[in-house]
């Protein structure tokens, strides 16, 4: 149920720029959007934390970004691929 919850609130998060309305002042808003975080990095962080547990490893893996979402989907372990 926590993760049905997490993926809800995800799409929500990423979906309100889709239906943003762009008013005048552009700058601001460009910059806002340049400047955050990307979706390989919280998906990184995620699923780093979902298999260490560890702050410090998953603001590491957010850094690296989707090098290590690649890493992770290639070295996935057994009861990793089950569904739960």
């Known amino acids: 149920m926590n993760k049905i919850k997490l993926t809800l609130i995800f799409v929500l998060i990423f979906s309100l720029d889709c239906f943003s309305q762009n008013s005048g002042n552009n700058g601001i808003r460009n910059t806002a959007i340049s400047s955050g ?38 070295t996935r372990k057994p009861e990793e691929r089950q569904k739960k």
């Open 37 to 74: 975080i990307g979706l390989g990095s919280v998906l990184a962080v995620v699923v780093s934390w979902e298999r260490n547990k560890s702050v410090l490893l998953a603001f590491l893996h957010g850094i690296f970004s989707w090098l290590y979402v690649l890493y992770f989907v290639l």
